[in-house]
């Protein structure tokens, strides 16, 4: 998007709960090449990596720089990552931890490390360590079981799709993706870039706001999932065919399906939703056989990502008494300090007077 000072600071997710278990997409979107500088947080739940973010995120929103938030794909109310530009230039700083761990790729020239855990007093932690190491293991069990019942949900939508799929007019939802185009010249140069704004965890399947605040138009795809991924893949093979610079969302629980599109230059967002701009069932037909298999198949995967969603937030609740009793051990004064004398620093990368 555009890098000019706005009043909405587009939040995305950098990270996605998935039917084949979890994926990070941090590998493109903090592609050390694309940054001057990268700050990789270290330290464990509670040591306030997400504060320090949205501290950061606050300082340079305000002194009119382009700011973009990644948010966590099991905590929507928590920072994974922050990316401030200016002009020509591009910092980030991202949380470095698992399950997206990550450490300095190119140590010094681009990448630094920062331990928020030099704050710890190590005897309080030492005398929990039972209840610790009790926690850890129920969390890791717990997400464990949730994606579990991801995969077989799955297994129940490939069933779902392969049933709705087998007769779609492709010939017919091509001709009518190209013309939702009509009228609208796509940026050249080919370069997709890719974010998310949907993820599963706690909450169910949650969808940012950042779209429909940020785009002069929306095109809704509504109907069936099926039929509407279908819709998108075609969008996005015929931007491909256009050489089109846009933003590539996948579905949170897919990143083979499409969840929407943006195109930056005419910031116009086509998304899959419940409106009818576009109603891709028009493309499908089907058998009351095959009807009938479609509903035994959906009943199960209601259930399935029911159950993936309840141990979600079982390890949710875990790892927040993680952060409890790491935050009950920290001084949060040597982080305070430390986060003075990054914003001076990254003021000097960004040229800010």
Same mark, same amino acid.
């Given at each position: 998007?555009?890098?000019?000072?706005?009043?909405i600071?587009p939040?995305?997710?950098?990270?996605a709960? $998935? *039917?084949?278990?979890f994926i990070? %997409?941090?590998?493109?979107?903090f592609d @050390?090449?694309?940054?001057?500088k990268?700050y990789? &947080?270290k330290?464990?739940?509670?040591t306030?990596k997400?504060?320090?973010?949205?501290?950061?995120?606050?300082?340079?929103?305000?002194k009119n720089?382009?700011?973009?938030e990644?948010?966590?794909s099991?905590?929507?109310h928590s920072?994974d990552?922050?990316?401030?530009?200016?002009?020509?230039?591009?910092?980030?700083?991202?949380d470095?931890?698992?399950?997206?761990?990550r450490?300095?790729?190119?140590p010094?020239?681009i990448d630094?490390?920062?331990n928020l855990?030099?704050?710890w007093?190590?005897r309080?932690?030492?005398?929990?360590k039972g209840?610790?190491?009790?926690?850890t293991?129920e969390?890791?069990? $717990? *997400?464990k079981?949730a994606?579990? %019942?991801?995969?077989?949900?799955?297994? @129940?939508m490939?069933?779902?799709?392969n049933?709705? &799929?087998?007769?779609?007019d492709?010939?017919?939802?091509?001709?009518?993706a190209e013309?939702?185009?009509?009228?609208?010249?796509?940026?050249?140069?080919g370069k997709?870039t890719t974010?998310l704004?949907s993820s599963?965890?706690?909450?169910?399947?949650?969808?940012?706001s950042?779209l429909?605040?940020?785009?002069?138009k929306?095109?809704?795809?509504g109907?069936k999932?099926?039929?509407a991924?279908?819709?998108?893949?075609l969008?996005?093979?015929?931007?491909a065919t256009k050489?089109?610079?846009?933003?590539h969302?996948?579905?949170?629980?897919d990143?083979?399906k499409?969840?929407?599109?943006?195109?930056?230059? $005419?910031k116009i967002?086509?998304i899959?939703?419940?409106g009818?701009?576009?109603n891709?069932d028009?493309y499908?037909?089907?058998?009351?056989?095959?009807?009938?298999?479609?509903?035994?198949a959906?009943r199960?995967?209601?259930e399935m990502?029911?159950?993936?969603r309840?141990?979600?937030?079982i390890?949710?609740?875990?790892?927040?008494r993680?952060?409890?009793?790491?935050?009950?051990?920290?001084?949060?004064?040597?982080?305070n300090?430390?986060?003075?004398?990054?914003i001076?620093?990254?003021?000097?990368?960004?040229?800010?007077?």
């Open positions: 998007m555009a890098e000019k000072m706005d009043s600071i939040k995305y997710f950098g990270a709960n $998935s *039917y084949n278990g990070s %997409y941090f590998d493109k979107i @050390s090449k694309e940054y001057d990268i990789v &947080l330290g464990g739940p509670g306030g997400s504060s320090f973010m949205k501290r950061i995120s606050a300082h340079f929103h305000n720089c382009y700011v973009e990644i948010y966590c099991s905590d929507p920072l990552g922050v990316i401030v530009s200016r002009e020509n230039k591009k910092i980030a700083i991202i470095g931890t698992a399950p997206h761990e450490d300095a790729k190119i010094g020239a630094e490390l920062i855990g030099n704050g007093d190590e309080i932690l030492t005398a929990r209840e610790i190491l009790s926690l293991g969390k890791t069990k $717990s *997400y079981t994606y579990h %019942y991801l995969s077989v949900a799955g297994q @129940s490939k069933l779902i799709e049933f709705e &799929l087998e007769d779609f492709i010939i017919k939802a091509k001709c009518k013309c939702i185009f009509e009228g609208i010249t796509p940026s050249g140069g997709t974010r704004i599963f965890g706690r909450y169910g399947e949650y969808l940012l950042t429909p605040q940020t785009s002069d929306i095109i809704t795809i109907g999932a099926s039929a991924y279908k819709f998108l893949e969008c996005c093979d015929y931007l050489n089109a610079n846009y933003i969302f996948p579905s949170a629980l990143p083979r499409t969840e929407a599109l943006y195109l930056i230059d $005419s967002a086509v899959r939703g419940e009818c701009d576009v891709a028009i499908l037909s089907s058998s009351p056989a095959d009807n009938e298999r479609v509903r035994a959906s199960i995967y209601g990502l029911e159950e993936a309840r141990w979600f937030s390890a949710s609740d875990i790892h927040f993680l952060e409890e009793i790491y935050g009950s051990a920290m001084n949060f004064d040597n982080n300090t430390m986060l003075d004398k990054k001076k620093q990254i003021e000097n990368i960004l040229e800010i007077v």
